[in-house]
């Protein structure tokens, strides 16, 4: 009871602490944004500065850097805003473009289908009380004037320059103290922390700087294109949209749409025709088809870290966090999330939910799909390890480990034998499946026949135990070995009768953990007294995390080898081989003399 209390108690204080933590982000915007983005502009500088120090020093590197960086900015800000100015001044003399263009729509709006919505539209309006004559009066709202960081009454130019003010110059003490304000982070999280707090802010920053770096050269080369493109087709005031198309390009997903929709209108007000607005719009769907598929995934993809959905859902909260600026510093705001939630404990959910790695491993996705009952997608899994490896490998990769698995959660109670029986049988279908692929994959034959060494395969446990002994059939495919499979298990003295009556030359057992080798234990103590000369191999093949620590019990049992793998043992066995068939030899020599003698 007390530890439902305190788990609940937990939970309630996380909850509570993210409330204020984004209550906090929300009520300190025009704080947090300002620092916020001079972050985003050191991260992006920080590798230039770096690369530059040794060749004339610190302090000239972040001056030349951050005056060359902000020159540029104004340059380009100076630019773009007289164009804008200059094409306000010159759209009414493409007013006669732009009716046209307004008459065209409305042709096309006069189908019946439309007018019969406006119609629909007008008597929904009548019914509620609202009509074109019956207008309500305009309602005057009054603009309060709000004050800017610096406290002060100031409009809205002069906030706008003193925030840009206060990023230029935490931009430079940032790059100045870099290093510093690295080492005040670590100290902060204590020195217990250090691996942790190093890691972390290691793999953030070059995980931000390497993405802002990489995206800043990909809008530069599609606001390049933008330019030439537009260039040719005859739109004005190309550096504008070239300007404008590199910097939007930062805001995920909605960037370079919303950076194309002022050309197309231009090009629409501009030209008598519609087709130099589609070529624009041809372009800027081209250009972006190619940064995408091309550039991205070059310069770097994966760069972030983060999944698509995690993004989406990160750049939805942050702009409705902090409106624009939030939509701007979405992704690296997510970025630093995700790597905190790898190295910091409390955030490890934010990983999880977020991080593009993948969070189950292959062997326990498709566990959990044989869990589900989804046979198609266990399947589609198989196929995919195999065109990543082989058949030969998919086996200890995916099947067996299922196994294991499964036999894990039965003696555990969180399954039953019944849900147990599902996977080995879901299991068996599919390496028949595989085994009719190989048998494809090698038509001239599968190496049967006479003259090849007989293996007993005796299963330890139930039908999972059977099945591992049918994988190493398959695996054994083509190789001087017949391995019969015994069906069910069957007593040691059995097995000691079977080896010794039927000239078996190896015996091997398949015993999968987790359940303890009793039996097989019992079993090599069995032949090694009956049957000194046989070769006993042992498979107690499991992953990683349900493999044995130790095999020594079983080999001082008895066992020749002891494998974890069914790759292993196939490759012991095959070392063996050449001993087993000199063997085979000298004990048919000795019977046909024992034959030539008795029938003298």
């Given at each position: 009871?007390?530890?439902?209390?305190?788990?609940l108690?937990?939970?309630?204080?996380?909850?509570?602490?993210?409330?204020?933590?984004?209550?906090?982000?929300?009520?300190?915007?025009?704080?947090?944004?300002?620092?916020?983005?001079?972050l985003?502009?050191?991260?992006?500088?920080?590798?230039?500065?770096?690369?530059?120090?040794?060749w004339?020093?610190?302090?000239?590197?972040?001056?030349?850097?951050?005056?060359?960086?902000?020159?540029?900015?104004?340059?380009?800000?100076?630019?773009?805003?007289?164009?804008?100015?200059s094409?306000?001044?010159?759209?009414?003399?493409?007013?006669q473009?732009i009716?046209?263009?307004v008459?065209?729509?409305?042709?096309?709006?006069?189908?019946?289908?439309?007018?019969?919505?406006?119609?629909?539209?007008?008597?929904?309006?009548?019914?509620?009380g609202?009509s074109?004559?019956?207008?309500?009066?305009?309602?005057?709202?009054?603009?309060?004037?709000?004050?800017?960081?610096?406290?002060?009454?100031?409009?809205?130019?002069?906030?706008?320059?003193a925030d840009?003010?206060?990023?230029?110059?935490?931009?430079?003490?940032?790059l100045?103290?870099?290093?510093?304000?690295?080492?005040?982070l670590?100290?902060?999280?204590?020195?217990?922390?250090?691996?942790?707090?190093?890691r972390?802010?290691?793999?953030?920053?070059?995980?931000?700087?390497?993405?802002?770096?990489?995206?800043?050269?990909?809008?530069?080369?599609?606001?390049?294109?933008?330019g030439?493109?537009l260039?040719?087709?005859?739109?004005?005031?190309?550096?504008?949209?070239?300007?404008?198309s590199?910097?939007?390009?930062?805001?995920?997903?909605?960037g370079?749409?919303?950076?194309?929709?002022?050309?197309?209108?231009v090009?629409?007000?501009?030209?008598e025709?519609?087709?130099?607005?589609?070529?624009?719009?041809?372009?800027y769907?081209?250009?972006?088809?190619?940064?995408?598929?091309?550039?991205?995934?070059?310069?770097?993809?994966?760069?972030?870290g983060?999944?698509?959905?995690?993004?989406?859902?990160?750049?939805?909260?942050?702009?409705?966090?902090?409106?624009?600026?939030?939509?701007?510093?979405?992704?690296?705001?997510?970025?630093?999330?995700?790597?905190?939630?790898?190295?910091?404990?409390?955030?490890?959910?934010?990983?999880?939910?977020?991080?593009?790695?993948?969070?189950?491993?292959?062997?326990?996705?498709?566990?959990?799909?044989l869990?589900?009952?989804?046979?198609?997608?266990?399947?589609?899994?198989?196929?995919?390890?195999?065109?990543?490896?082989?058949?030969?490998?998919?086996?200890?990769?995916?099947?067996?480990?299922?196994?294991?698995?499964?036999?894990?959660?039965?003696?555990?109670?969180?399954?039953?034998?019944?849900?147990?029986?599902?996977?080995?049988?879901?299991?068996?279908?599919?390496?028949?499946?595989?085994?009719?692929?190989?048998?494809?994959a090698?038509?001239?034959?599968n190496?049967?026949?006479?003259?090849?060494?007989?293996?007993?395969?005796?299963?330890?446990g139930?039908a999972a135990?059977?099945?591992?002994?049918?994988?190493?059939?398959?695996?054994?495919?083509?190789?001087?070995?017949?391995?019969?499979?015994l069906?069910?298990?069957?007593?040691?003295?059995?097995?000691?009768?079977?080896?010794?009556?039927?000239?078996?030359?190896?015996?091997?057992?398949?015993?999968?953990?987790?359940?303890?080798?009793?039996?097989?234990?019992?079993?090599?103590?069995?032949?090694?007294?009956?049957?000194?000369?046989?070769?006993?191999?042992?498979?107690?093949?499991?992953?990683?995390?349900?493999?044995?620590?130790t095999?020594?019990?079983?080999?001082?049992?008895?066992?020749?080898?002891?494998?974890?793998?069914?790759?292993?043992?196939r490759?012991?066995?095959?070392k063996?081989?050449?001993?087993?068939?000199?063997?085979?030899?000298?004990?048919?020599?000795?019977?046909?003399?024992?034959?030539?003698?008795?029938?003298?």
């Amino acid at each position: 009871m007390d530890g439902d209390l305190l788990r609940l108690a937990k939970l309630w204080f996380g909850f509570t602490a993210t409330v204020l933590a984004v209550a906090v982000l929300y009520w300190a915007q025009p704080f947090i944004l300002p620092v916020a983005l001079a972050l985003l502009i050191t991260f992006v500088l920080s590798p230039i500065v770096t690369r530059l120090q040794p060749w004339v020093g610190k302090t000239p590197a972040v001056l030349v850097t951050v005056t060359l960086t902000f020159s540029v900015l104004v340059l380009a800000g100076y630019t773009a805003s007289a164009q804008l100015t200059s094409l306000a001044l010159e759209l009414p003399a493409f007013r006669q473009n732009i009716i046209q263009k307004v008459r065209d729509i409305r042709v096309v709006g006069q189908g019946e289908s439309v007018e019969n919505l406006q119609e629909a539209v007008n008597e929904i309006a009548k019914e509620v009380g609202v009509s074109e004559d019956n207008a309500a009066e305009p309602v005057v709202v009054a603009h309060e004037q709000t004050s800017s960081l610096w406290g002060l009454p100031l409009g809205p130019i002069a906030d706008m320059l003193a925030d840009a003010g206060l990023v230029a110059v935490l931009v430079v003490f940032m790059l100045f103290e870099r290093q510093e304000l690295r080492n005040r982070l670590v100290r902060l999280l204590g020195h217990r922390q250090i691996t942790v707090a190093t890691r972390a802010l290691d793999e953030a920053g070059h995980r931000i700087s390497r993405y802002l770096l990489m995206q800043s050269v990909i809008n530069a080369i599609f606001a390049v294109g933008v330019g030439i493109g537009l260039y040719f087709i005859g739109v004005p005031y190309v550096l504008l949209w070239a300007s404008l198309s590199f910097g939007l390009r930062f805001i995920p997903y909605v960037g370079s749409l919303v950076s194309a929709l002022a050309p197309v209108l231009v090009g629409l007000a501009v030209f008598e025709g519609w087709s130099q607005a589609l070529q624009v719009l041809a372009l800027y769907l081209a250009l972006e088809l190619f940064a995408n598929m091309v550039l991205e995934t070059l310069l770097y993809a994966g760069a972030a870290g983060v999944s698509e959905v995690g993004l989406l859902t990160a750049v939805a909260f942050w702009t409705w966090l902090w409106g624009p600026l939030g939509l701007l510093l979405a992704t690296p705001l997510t970025v630093c999330f995700v790597v905190l939630g790898k190295y910091v404990p409390g955030m490890h959910f934010i990983a999880t939910m977020m991080s593009d790695d993948p969070v189950l491993e292959a062997d326990k996705n498709y566990y959990q799909r044989l869990l589900a009952g989804d046979q198609a997608e266990a399947a589609d899994l198989v196929e995919a390890e195999i065109k990543r490896n082989t058949i030969e490998k998919a086996y200890d990769a995916l099947l067996l480990p299922a196994l294991n698995y499964a036999e894990s959660d039965r003696l555990e109670g969180r399954l039953t034998q019944d849900e147990e029986r599902a996977i080995v049988d879901t299991t068996r279908e599919l390496l028949t499946e595989l085994a009719e692929q190989a048998r494809a994959a090698a038509p001239n034959g599968n190496g049967t026949g006479a003259g090849r060494i007989p293996i007993l395969g005796w299963p330890a446990g139930g039908a999972a135990d059977v099945l591992a002994l049918r994988m190493l059939e398959q695996l054994l495919t083509g190789s001087p070995f017949a391995l019969e499979v015994l069906n069910e298990p069957v007593l040691s003295s059995e097995v000691v009768a079977l080896a010794r009556d039927r000239g078996f030359r190896a015996v091997c057992v398949a015993d999968l953990p987790p359940s303890p080798p009793l039996k097989t234990r019992y079993l090599a103590r069995r032949l090694r007294a009956a049957a000194p000369d046989l070769k006993l191999l042992i498979g107690r093949w499991a992953p990683a995390a349900l493999a044995d620590e130790t095999d020594e019990e079983l080999r001082a049992a008895g066992a020749d080898h002891v494998d974890k793998t069914l790759l292993e043992t196939r490759d012991h066995l095959l070392k063996l081989a050449a001993v087993l068939m000199r063997d085979s030899d000298v004990i048919a020599e000795k019977k046909a003399e024992a034959r030539a003698e008795a029938g003298g």
